[in-house]
């Protein structure tokens, strides 16, 4: 954030130059030459907090993700700012909060990232410095033109389908027409494993990939670093669709917990009505794939979305051996995060993008194999954001953080150096279609502050200047203690021993739209 303290990078950076670089010595010649870290960023879609079971899931098992985050720092309070697939993307290529980048979801906000400004993602500042570098998976934010050609000229190796992939993307997409492997995670993983890999094992990859593919599929330089972004569509409901009903498909999306059914937790007092005013959101505003009131249905979507969390933990545990084959794990640092959560019947909703914590939480791993035996295993408290991604890679590979950037390092976090850090999170709801109110919210660790404004005069618009320019009064506000209230069920706009605190956040959110915009 702008109203937060840049020094403390470029402190990061620093140090990370003049002391960190003896570090990073791994067996790779016979002349045991100095090299940067490597980087893979992994990102999942509507991944819940809870949905792991480091984080309390009683039916899904995610053995490899728990350990990612046992050797390196877990979040607790890690928000997507703007909970949705789009915009959440376009934060992390901007590491800008979406009223200042203007990223929006639909075509009404001219969903296109400029050049410049992708010239200044964390991506192309890895390319910038020396890295190899590769774009995999889900994209669903243009670059510039509907060609997205500086993602497909500026990054080496780019292979990915636009908008949802479906379960099996080597029958929906063309572009993975080539992959041996026909569904989601495991094509994936084949994707990466063919430019992470050198020799003629994946030569297949290469040869048969789609003609308007061969320019984007560049060869990882082994002389180089490498850089890489995995980007799911899964656990995303919509992507499911016949998960586990092809005889090629892996046993487990079909078999896996058919014993643990009655584990698979409701929220209490299911089926429970949308706890919203109509004027704000209501049930006919929920898409069909999103509604909840139907028990037999969400329990078998719960089923198969915690068969894909298992596929991603998978997913995980074969890029981590994959990566000590190739004699670089002990090189690689990894991070991992989803784009937003998703409601499951909470509140009475389903989908995500309205504030409650449940669209807002997510789950963010940071691993190092550099980091000091006292910070592997911490799992801290701090509020984060998935903007503060980008700028925790740059530093945490001693390149300077662009100052377009909004996000900070999370470094000095993990490092437990004294550093100034923000006291709340600003989110925000700028989706306007489907019925979706258009909202904006301050998080602290104590207190959750809501207000949304009219979805009727909203509609087909994209106004995400809107309170700056007008300070237009909302319909509708809630507040939260989420100490006391952390399921956000009882709204205290209108309990009087709570006015001062109303006050309070009122006046904070009015600050945080200004200095964000």
Known sequence: MKHLIKTTALISITTIIILGCASFVIKTDENDR????????????????????????????????????QEGVF??????????????????????????????????????????????????????AGYSTAF????????????????????????????????????????????KNKTQVEGLFEATEAFLKQGHETDY????????????????DPNKPFSVWVNFNLPHASSIGGMGTQ??????????????????????????????????????????????????KLLDEKLKMDRAVYAIDQFMGNLRKLLKDIDEDENTIIVFCSDNGLFLGEHGLGGKTILYDESVHVPLIV?????????????LDHLVVGQDIPATILDMCGIAIPETYQGESMLPLIENRSTEWREEVFLENLFTDQGYPRQEGVRSKQYKYIRSFSKENDRNKYIPGQTVET?????????????????????????KDYSEVLKGYRQKCKILVSELN
């Open 34 to 69: 100095k090299k940067k870290p490597n980087v893979i960023f992994v990102f999942t879609d509507d991944q819940r907090f809870n949905s792991l079971g480091i984080t309390g899931d009683p039916v899904t098992e995610t053995p490899h993700i728990d350990q990612l985050a």
């Open 367 to 379: 691993y190092s194999p550099f980091f000091k035996n006292t910070e592997k295993g911490k799992r």
């Open 75 to 128: 979040f607790n309070q890690a928000f997507i700012t703007s909970p949705i697939c789009g915009p959440s993307r376009a934060n992390i290529f901007t590491s800008q909060w979406e009223r200042k980048n203007q990223i929006g979801f639909t075509n009404v906000s001219h969903n296109f990232i400029s050049e410049v400004i992708f010239n200044n993602s964390w991506q192309m500042q890895m390319k910038n």
């Open 247 to 296: 005889p090629t498909d892996p046993l487990f999306y079909s078999t896996l917990y058919e014993d643990k059914k009655q584990d698979i937790e409701l929220p209490e007092g299911y089926p429970v009505p949308i706890s919203l005013p109509e004027e704000v959101y209501a049930t006919a505003d929920l898409m069909k794939y999103y509604v909840t009131s139907n028990k037999a």
């Open 471 to 495: 300070d237009e009064e909302p319909i509708y506000e809630e507040l939260f203690d989420i100490i006391k209230d952390p399921k956000e069920q009882n709204n205290l706009v209108g309990n």
């Open 205 to 220: 990859f290469f040869e048969n990939a789609d003609s308007s593919l061969k320019d984007r599929l560049k060869r990882r």
């Open 136 to 179: 995999i998976g889900k994209h669903h934010t243009k670059i510039a033109d509907r060609n997205d050609s500086p993602l497909n000229k500026g990054i080496d190796f780019t292979y990915y389908g636009n908008g949802h992939l479906g379960f099996y993307p080597a029958k929906k997409h063309k572009e993975f027409s080539n992959l």
